[in-house]
């Protein structure tokens, strides 16, 4: 069998990359559900949802794109402190999910509001410790929840959507009691807005922010809301 060439090498490379910077689809696309019968009372404050839901830029991004977010933030939770680095997490050998902490105002967004986007756009939480190219269970679907009442709301809401048929397979999201959430690295914050045109994000994520503006058009601020910011008006 004869070798390729350099040349024909770097050609199907470029090929390849072109192809994958073209977003004409999301990984995991879009489904339209309904909201949660059950929700949140409106309450007075800043309120913590963490969601993980495959890799986190695309989570973070979307999230950022929500009206009523007032932070959102990579990371990592369901593990230990001292495992809570980007390298070791993506062993798949801790039990960290890469997740993202949403502060939000209950006043402008709801708790079921923010299950709803996480459900319908965000990731497909029917794929079992994987989402799209990314495998591992630390790309596994899962709710942290803060509260009892963010607990029942998000197994009432689950179990909704699954006696509802919405998905073509049972959900798998797996919901547990929020014990730490350790910040990502600061290379990983505002990914998605800083790297538009990285292929991965082109193809995997973009999609994901064009179809939260499509289906939550009164959810959807088209200027995101950044970490960096944040951290500049803090």
Same mark, same amino acid.
């Given at each position: ?15 390849? !990359? ?20 059950? =929700? ?47 390298? !070791? ?128 058009? =009164? ?5 995101? !809301? ?9």
């Amino acid at each position: 069998m004869r070798r390729p060439t350099l040349a024909s090498l770097l050609a199907a490379t470029a090929a390849l !990359t072109l192809a994958f910077a073209m977003p004409s689809r999301a990984a995991e696309n879009a489904v339209v559900i309904p909201a949660p019968a059950m =929700d949140v009372a409106p309450a007075s404050g800043i309120q913590t949802a963490v969601l993980a839901g495959g890799c986190f830029w695309g989570v973070q991004g979307v999230f950022q794109h929500t009206a009523g977010v007032i932070n959102a933030v990579s990371g990592y939770a369901g593990g230990t402190k001292a495992t809570a680095d980007y390298q !070791t997490v993506s062993s798949g050998r801790t039990s960290h999910a890469e997740s993202v902490e949403i502060k939000y105002d209950p006043k402008k967004i709801s708790y079921g509001k923010l299950l709803q986007i996480y459900f319908s756009v965000v990731h497909d939480p029917t794929q079992l410790n994987r989402q799209g190219p990314d495998v591992g269970p630390q790309y596994r679907s899962a709710i942290f929840t803060t509260s009892d009442e963010h607990k029942k709301v998000a197994e009432a809401y689950i179990a909704q959507l699954n006696s509802a048929k919405v998905f073509s397979k049972p959900i798998v999201t797996k919901v547990g009691a929020l014990e730490a959430f350790y910040p990502a690295e600061a290379y990983h914050q505002d990914y998605l807005t800083l790297h538009p045109n990285q292929p991965y994000i082109a193809y995997n994520d973009l999609p994901k922010v064009e179809n939260l503006k499509k289906l939550f058009a =009164d959810n959807y601020i088209e200027k995101p !809301t950044l970490v960096s910011a944040s951290k500049a008006t803090n």
